[in-house]
DNA sequence: ATCCGGCGCACTGTCGACAGTCGTCAACCA
DNA sequence: TGGTTGACGACTGTCGACAGTGCGCCGGAT
């Protein structure tokens, strides 16, 4: 028998699938912000025990997609206008350092290259969802290439608000997350000109937290 | 009966209060790095249920308190060297951005008073836990004084972890947290010289990794 | 008509028990 | 002697059940 005749096994937990069927089941707009989120009726969808989904619940929770209500409930959470403003300036914080480190490093090039090919996976004519995803996978990359592991989970904890906001507030037609939105961050990157890199990131994301910030309800 | 005599009753739930207990037995060094944090036995230790202590785990692990190692069994978490810079360096891409939006603020005054009042409690010959404690409430100060509630969210989360390195890489002699190394931010921000103050923060940031990233060893 | 107490309902909080899995170690076989 | 197998112990994963707690409804007293 050929050592490759078997694929490795999925040992995942029902934890970490219950969590990733909840988080999809939230940012595919699958449950609308303000919808309460019972162990229960959670546990009898996903046919598993209370304390399973409870944990995964907990999880979202620190994860900043649910807040809790009244007694402990659970809610899908929004963002304030307000809310999406600071969420995006913090990102552009993350980012700025992300780019300062990836022209600081010395595999500069490699990076940018590598950049610019991801530029080729955002295309103008996908449908909405794929546009959010090759976006984000993006600017995640970027983070990446820094190489600074904290910076990348400090970025990914705030993902999945990020997410809530351009759920929320998309105006689907703008060309947000177009490609020649993103071409100036990866030239400059090429240039090696920091401030400009910088800067450029900085609009960006003034630009998209104005963008996103239209349509938001209050909780 | 006045309605003074009768203070608020405690409604935290055991899930929190294990959460706190754990905490703090963690960053007050009574488990070392690399220490097996058994379900059962904290249960015992804390006369609650498994289930209990299980959730308040999960929560220092998403902390960065607690790592998963072999079966999904919790252990102590440690920063390598190179962890704590990076972990540094992101908390100066925040503190930088609290910086810059407080200074450009309404309230600058105001804040800049309340900077200095807490600097104040950086008394330079407390024991070690209450300098670190105060050092940490200072920073977490000037992020609320931002008024970016993302951004104070964003510290708190690398609150833990930070902890984690100053705890295990603290040479308690060296003046590293002492009131003179910070009294150029708030000078910076009375000023209100944003580009002094930024790099005051960095200069402060980076002093602090190298200080920190000597005694660690890797998991 | 209004207020009050009681009652049931729908939740979450907490617990104890069972099952599955891995590391260890000793016995066993070529 | 070296490698393999089986039993054992110590964990975590998962579950179902019980208990406590607000909330809304309803009937009765004023």
Redesign the interface.
């Known amino acids: 028998m050929s050592i490759e005749s078997l694929s490795a096994l999925d040992r995942s ?1 029902l934890r970490e699938r219950s969590l990733e069927a909840l988080r999809s089941a939230i940012l595919s707009g699958r449950y609308r912000p303000g919808d309460h989120l019972g162990e229960v009726e959670l546990a009898g969808s996903l046919g598993v025990s209370r ?1 399973t989904v ?2 995964a619940l ?2 979202l929770q ?1 994860e ?1 997609l649910v807040t809790a209500g009244n007694r ?1 409930m659970l809610r899908v959470n929004s963002l304030t206008p307000t ?1 999406v403003h ?2 995006f ?2 990102r ?3 980012e ?2 992300a780019v300062r ?1 990836v022209l600081a490093s010395p595999r500069r090039e490699a990076a940018a290259g590598t950049l610019r090919t991801a530029l080729e996976r955002l295309s103008d004519d996908a449908e909405p969802a794929a546009r959010m995803d090759a976006d984000l996978a993006f600017h995640l990359l970027l983070c990446q290439l820094s190489g ?4 990348v ?2 970025w990914q ?2 993902e999945g ?1 990020m997410r809530v906001a351009i759920l929320n507030g998309a105006n689907w037609q703008a060309p947000m997350m177009a490609r020649d939105r993103h071409a100036p961050i990866v030239e400059a990157i090429e240039r090696g000109d920091v401030d400009a890199a910088v800067q450029v990131v900085d609009e960006h994301m003034t630009a998209a937290a104005e963008h996103f910030a239209e349509a938001s309800e209050s909780a």
């Open positions: 937990t304390g409870r944990e907990r999880h620190q900043g402990g809310e600071e969420l300036r913090v552009a914080a993350l700025g350092l480190e600074n592991s904290m910076l989970e400090a904890r705030l608000r």
